[in-house]
Nanobody
Framework: QVQLVESGGGLVQAGGSLRLSCAAS????????MGWFRQAPGKEREFVAS????????FYADSVKGRFTISRDTAKNTLDLQMNSLKSEDTAVYYC????????WGKGTLVTVSS
């Protein structure tokens, strides 16, 4: 089992920045990939960004490319998402995800961008 706890959500004005963090614990050895997903009110959960745990290869949704940056600290087992130039459409609950033979999810952190 892998436990994931997100932090860093909050209220920010459009054009502002936020940094989300995710702390992984439990059976973290062997994690292949970690990432962020989000779910806006009335919409399905969608992919935001991911990073391979050992190689550090990153992938982004087109909607966040150039604005969001995903990073990880393999020594601390933490995952971050730096979000810049935030838009109202970025408002959502952001979930941390880890893949280690199965998908693991955090409980989410709310990001609200006011216009």
């Amino acid at each position: 089992q892998v436990q994931l706890v997100e932090s860093g959500g909050g209220l920010v004005q459009a054009g502002g920045s936020l940094r989300l963090s995710c702390a992984a614990s439990g059976r973290t050895f062997g994690i292949y990939r970690m990432g962020w997903f989000r779910q806006a009110p009335g919409k399905e959960r969608e992919f935001v960004a991911s990073i391979t745990w050992s190689g550090g290869s990153t992938f982004y949704a087109d909607s966040v490319k150039g604005r969001f940056t995903i990073s990880r600290d393999t020594a601390k087992n933490t995952l971050d998402l730096q979000m810049n130039s935030l838009k109202s459409e970025d408002t959502a609950v952001y979930y941390c995800n880890a893949y280690r033979s199965a998908d693991y999810w955090g409980k989410g952190t709310l990001v609200t961008v006011s216009s």
